[in-house]
């Protein structure tokens, strides 16, 4: 096996990109329209729309940005934030997992299963509107499938939870 890196393209890390700062832009209007319309800055108002703008971009750049490398001894999770490395002994399972946003958009995420922590969402690896297609998606899944067997001698599946 050699290396391989799987996840979001250039084409996909631009329109993540494009998005948080698109938010950004939105959110720091809406700061601009309500510092400007109260009589004095509604400090709770505009807490409220830094929080908001702060927990939206991180986690566009956590789901967005980065990439899943496959190594014949390791799965590699990099993100903006850092780099995480998982030996392939101690993945337990690969789950697909189905999550709907707050505007009724369903998107999947794939995260592994650690022996000794929380499953860990792997980077890159989201199918949405913005993100890979499901045909691309079920792809990189299949091909973190194929790496985590033939490293482990396992045979289980893929756990899909919708």
């Given amino acids: 096996m050699e290396e391989r890196r799987i996840g979001f393209g250039p084409r996909e890390q631009r329109n993540i ?3 948080a700062f698109g938010l950004v832009v ?3 209007l809406v700061a601009v329209l309500v510092v400007t319309k109260s009589h004095g800055t509604n400090w709770t108002a505009l ?3 830094v929080v908001a703008l702060i927990t939206g971009v991180l986690t566009m750049l956590r789901y ?3 990439a899943t490398l496959l190594t014949p001894s ?3 999770l990099t993100t903006v934030f850092g780099r995480k490395s998982v ?3 101690q993945v337990t399972r ?3 997992l189905g999550r709907t946003g707050r505007f009724g958009q369903y998107w999947r995420i794939a995260r592994i299963h650690r022996t000794d922590a929380r499953p860990l969402p792997l980077p890159g690896l989201v199918e949405a509107g913005s993100g890979l ?3 691309e998606f079920q792809e990189q899944v299949r091909t973190l499938l194929n790496y985590w067997q033939q490293a482990t001698g396992r045979t289980e599946k893929i756990l899909i939870t919708p």
């Fill in 17 to 19: 990109r494009m998005r």
């Fill in 26 to 28: 939105l959110v720091g």
């Fill in 47 to 49: 807490a409220v729309l």
């Fill in 64 to 66: 967005g940005s980065g």
């Fill in 74 to 76: 390791s799965v590699v």
């Fill in 87 to 89: 030996p392939w002994d």
């Fill in 94 to 96: 690969i789950e697909v």
């Fill in 133 to 135: 297609s499901e045909a």
